[in-house]
């Protein structure tokens, strides 16, 4: 069963802008993970963070987790047309094995 | 990075054939291997998931006796999708971890069921 909650569902902007995706969630968790995945491809692992950690940067991206709200951001700065993709999170419940619950996604289109 | 492959990539079939999908951990030994699935414009849904040398785990309302699994070694995991029907045409995903936090993805097979 899905967990994760992402919005917005859909993000247009323009190439150089700044683009935030959220996610929620609903239970403990171990870590929180961002993927990408173009049309019809397989998924691309972004970025990792732990529930004991606040804040991850990777280059143009940065996460945020807040445990007590179950929530985190991904923002992707000085966006190219080439980050147009679905980003999704993805969960990895407590005590569940390791499995991953993804949310829904967002779709972000960078326009040039 | 670690590289899982899937095998086909693409696969049309006949409804109410069988079609098995591989995947593959090609550079590490992969304990557990999971299965999605992925309808267009929409996320990932896990199927199961799959220990080497034990039964695999079903998420709720997937039918085990329909998607048959089978993680025989530590690189390779099958799923066949049996006596496949064209509500089974979507995008079958693995990944596989060894214990570790992250888990890697293959690149997906597109099954069609005509």
């Known amino acids: 069963s899905q967990q994760g909650e992402e919005d917005p569902q859909a993000l247009s902007i323009q190439e150089g802008e700044n683009a935030t995706m959220n996610c929620s969630y609903k239970?403990?968790?171990?870590?929180l993970q961002w993927y990408r995945q173009n049309s019809g491809r397989g998924l691309v692992h972004l970025i990792l963070i732990r529930s004991n950690e606040r804040e991850k940067h990777s280059g143009r991206l940065r996460v945020t987790l807040d445990t007590s709200k179950k929530s985190s951001s991904l923002l992707i700065t000085a966006s190219r047309a080439a980050d147009t993709a679905s980003y999704f999170c993805a969960t990895d419940p407590a005590n569940q094995g390791g499995k991953l619950i993804f949310g829904q996604g967002t779709e972000l289109s960078v326009k040039p | 990075g670690a590289v899982v492959s899937q095998h086909p990539s693409r696969v049309i079939c006949k409804s109410g054939t069988s079609v098995k999908i591989e995947c593959r951990s090609l550079?590490?030994?992969?304990?557990?291997m999971f299965w999605y699935r992925q309808f267009p414009k929409q996320s990932l849904m896990l199927m199961a998931t799959?220990?080497?040398?034990?039964?695999?785990?079903?998420e709720q309302g997937v039918e085990k006796d329909k998607f048959l699994i089978n993680h025989a070694s530590l690189t390779l995991s099958t799923l066949t999708v049996t006596s496949a029907h064209p509500e089974d045409s979507s995008f079958y995903i693995c990944?596989?971890?060894?214990?570790?936090?992250?888990?890697?993805f293959g690149p997906g097979t597109r099954l069609t069921v005509t």
């Open positions: 799959s220990n080497e040398g034990s039964k695999a785990t079903y």
């Open positions: 550079d590490f030994q992969a304990t557990t």
């Open positions: 990944s596989a971890s060894w214990g570790r936090d992250e888990q890697y």
């Open positions: 239970t403990s968790i171990n870590n």
